[in-house]
């Protein structure tokens, strides 16, 4: 079975500032899908980023970057340029290729402060 | 609509009673999930529907939980006979295909008295 382990339950980091959120997962598959939710007190996960297992390029959009460690089982979310609306659950989350349940870690709580 | 609009938004039953939650998808997209989020918890996976076919539902956690999505856009969730351990927040999903990303609706706040 597959496991995503998120071992800092909360982080705050200074607006403006760098954080690293932390994710390990567990598996014998090669061929998979990682992802970074984002879900604020309204409740709606939104997507924050998604990696495919077999691009060993990292992704990125905008302030969020990952440091996928294939072999090392990591995938780890860097938020540059901290906003105060980026203050939410951070959830990291796995989904084996070609399959249709994705694995959800227990998140982490991220506050923003000013 | 724009996006998955989930409804009620909060449902309070007593426990025995059997509910249903109501999932409205982005038009056009194929897959729709529903997970079951605890308190304080990430959410987890309960099922999974191809249009109308449900195609796995290896998360559903008794017989008393049942999924529908009849006419392949529009699915209920259905509760019966309710528990205290099924108070959790339901949230609802769609993609277009089964490898896209998932969209996420608001969710619903179920407590069982």
């Known amino acids: 079975a597959q496991t995503v382990t998120q071992s800092q339950p909360e982080m705050s980091v200074q607006e403006a500032e760098t954080v690293t959120l932390s994710c390990t997962y567990d598996?014998?598959?090669?061929?998979?899908?990682l992802f970074w939710y984002k879900q604020p007190p309204s409740r709606q996960m939104i997507l924050v980023i998604r990696?495919?297992?077999?691009?060993?390029q990292n992704a990125t959009e905008n302030r969020f970057s990952v440091n996928f460690q294939k072999a090392a089982k990591s995938f780890s979310l860097k938020i540059s340029d901290s906003q105060l609306g980026d203050t939410a659950m951070y959830f990291c989350?796995?989904?084996?290729?070609?399959?249709?349940?994705?694995?959800f870690g227990a998140g982490t709580r991220l506050t923003v402060k000013p | 609509g724009a996006g998955v609009s989930q409804s009620p938004r909060y449902k309070v039953a007593k426990r025995g009673q059997d509910v249903a939650l109501r999932c409205d998808p982005i038009?056009?997209?194929?897959?729709l999930f529903w997970y079951q989020q605890a308190l304080g918890q990430g959410p987890e996976f309960l099922t999974y529907?191809?249009?109308?076919?449900?195609?796995?539902k290896s998360g559903l956690p008794s017989d008393r939980f049942f999924a529908e999505r009849p006419e392949g856009s529009v699915s209920t969730l259905k509760i019966q006979r309710t528990q205290q351990e099924d108070s959790a927040v339901y949230l609802c999903?769609?993609?277009?295909?089964?490898?896209?990303?998932?969209?996420f609706g608001d969710g619903t706040r179920l407590s069982i008295l």
């Open positions: 999903a769609s993609s277009q295909y089964r490898d896209q990303p998932q969209h």
């Open positions: 598996t014998s598959e090669n061929n998979y899908y």
């Open positions: 990696q495919e297992a077999y691009k060993q």
């Open positions: 989350a796995f989904m084996k290729h070609e399959m249709n349940d994705m694995r």
């Open positions: 038009s056009g997209h194929v897959s």
């Open positions: 529907f191809q249009n109308e076919a449900q195609l796995d």
